[in-house]
């Protein structure tokens, strides 16, 4: 018997962005409501129907985040080490929250401490625009992000008054003046308006937190690996309550991911495993933004560049050294402050 694989699955599910298009790719709804291929289909196929499709099926708007951590909260050693803190396999599941966003978002502190790529390489997809988010204007343009050319990137930059030298090709400066412009949801209103309304926070830990923290997430991916560091740079932080009745319990899924676990939190939706509304609270869909790609200065869009990556049969990934961004959120992050990044109350 002949069996759907990894890697044509996940090009089908790439695909779907609505329920037509999940149809279209083969899926039927089983007796239990819940989607499946419509053929046989071996179990790697079917797991990514479950942990994928409600995220190609949350509509246009959606914000998500992703961090790899130590058993104790770490994201990496006190020196900022993080090769790697989780496996391979995780890695992939990175790769794929990528190809699946409009848009990857890290702080200044991550691009300054790792050079990431911030592309589409373990799987097969499209890459994301890359976003640098820079308040104080201070990643050097020597970093991949800039140099690269293998995706476009957006160079979000605070009003500091300082002549800046002009951004690279395939690069564009949003220069954003506003008091709290970087404040998280503002960020979300400000991608949206460039037709960048699917959105991966990546890191660093204070990035993360705070769009966590802001209740600006619909859905954020937790990967712990059976490592103790005892000291570190930590992952999730932000002002949490006194009492434990209060504390944030989101629904949640557990998986596992290798050797390492993975802890999907619905910040959105009521049930765990639901799908996501499309319908973020603050994108400002509404208004009609996300409307008009970004425009890098040369009168072509800023949009989402093809990857060369691929996976080989059973989902196993082409030969090659990884990158050195897979989940590398070090101490650069930790200072990264601007007026208006303040952590604020969580929405309920």
């Not at 994301?128 to 930059?157: I, K």
């Not at 008091?179 to 204070?206: K, N, S, T, W, Y």
């Not at 991911?257 to 619905?266: H, K, N, P, Q, V």
């Amino acid at each position: 018997m002949t069996f759907l694989e990894t890697e044509a699955a996940w090009a089908r599910l790439c695909s779907v962005r609505s329920e037509a298009d999940a149809g279209d790719a083969g899926l039927v709804r089983g007796p239990d409501g819940r989607r499946r291929w419509s053929e046989p289909a071996s179990p790697e196929a079917r797991l990514l129907v479950d942990r994928y499709l409600p995220l190609c099926l949350a509509g246009p708007r959606l914000t998500i985040a992703q961090l790899g951590q130590s058993l104790d909260g770490f994201i990496a050693t006190r020196t900022g080490d993080a090769d790697y803190v989780t496996g391979e396999e995780d890695r992939r599941h990175l790769h794929r929250l990528r190809a699946l966003a409009d848009a990857v978002v890290v702080g200044a502190g991550t691009a300054v401490a790792d050079d990431p790529q911030l592309t589409v390489r373990a799987c097969a997809g499209t890459h994301p625009v890359r976003v640098v988010l820079d308040p104080r204007g201070r990643v050097p343009l020597d970093r991949r992000a800039f140099t690269d050319g293998s995706a476009p990137t957006l160079w979000v930059v605070g009003a500091t008054g300082e002549r800046r030298p002009a951004p690279p090709d395939g690069v564009e400066l949003l220069t954003l003046t506003e008091p709290d412009a970087f404040a998280p949801h503002q960020l979300v209103r400000a991608l949206a308006r460039r037709g960048l309304g699917r959105v991966l926070i990546e890191g660093g830990g204070v990035t993360v937190s705070r769009f966590l923290h802001a209740g600006a997430l619909h859905r954020l991916y937790v990967t712990v690996a059976p490592v103790l560091l005892g000291d570190g740079v930590p992952g999730l932080r932000f002002d949490g309550t006194p009492v434990m009745r209060d504390a944030l319990r989101p629904p949640v899924r557990r998986s596992t991911l290798g050797e390492d676990t993975l802890f999907e939190l619905d910040l959105a939706a009521p049930r765990p495993g639901a799908p996501l509304d499309g319908q973020h609270r603050d994108t400002g869909e509404a208004r009609g933004e996300g409307e008009h790609p970004v425009d890098h200065g040369h009168g072509q869009p800023l949009t989402r560049a093809e990857a060369r990556g691929a996976e080989g049969p059973g989902g196993d990934p082409l030969a090659g050294t990884p990158a050195a961004d897979v989940q590398r959120q070090r101490h650069g992050d930790q200072g990264e402050h601007h007026q208006g990044q303040q952590l604020g109350q969580r929405s309920v």
